[in-house]
């Protein structure tokens, strides 16, 4: 069984910086078989992805996170973060860590998804 456990959330002033762990434990992959995705959720709202890395280190972020939040990861301890700065009231939301996992063998293609049960992160003064 996996499990990806957020965590650094909590209340922060406008203009403020915070950094989101996720950190994945229990069945061991290889780092170049993860997938990992930020999401968060406002309430009212839809869950929209935030940023994402690739197994190859690739980075996309959406157009509200560009330029103020950066993912990153450390292979070795299986953790991906999410460095949020000049952060204002339209990112509070519950965050969420998404790891994707795609194993590729003989026999084919095995996609698997795990999601965190979410950080809450609320920017106000």
């Known amino acids: 069984q996996v499990q990806v456990v957020e965590s650094g959330g909590g209340l922060v002033q406008p203009g403020g910086s915070l950094r989101l762990s996720c950190a994945a434990s229990g069945r061991k992959f290889s780092h170049d078989s993860m997938n990992w995705g930020w999401y968060r959720q406002a309430p009212g709202k839809q869950r929209e992805l935030v940023a994402s890395?690739?197994?190859?280190?690739?980075?996309n972020y959406a157009d509200s996170a560009k330029g103020r939040f950066t993912i990153s990861r450390d292979i070795a301890e299986n953790t991906v973060y999410l460095q949020m700065t000049n952060l204002n009231a339209e990112d509070t939301a519950v965050y969420y860590c998404?790891?994707?996992?795609?194993?590729?063998?003989?026999?084919?293609?095995?996609?698997?998804?795990?999601w965190g049960k979410g950080t809450l992160v609320t920017v106000s003064s």
């Open positions: 890395m690739t197994s190859g280190g690739s980075t």
């Open positions: 998404h790891l994707r996992v795609v194993v590729t063998t003989i026999e084919g293609s095995n996609d698997m998804n795990y």
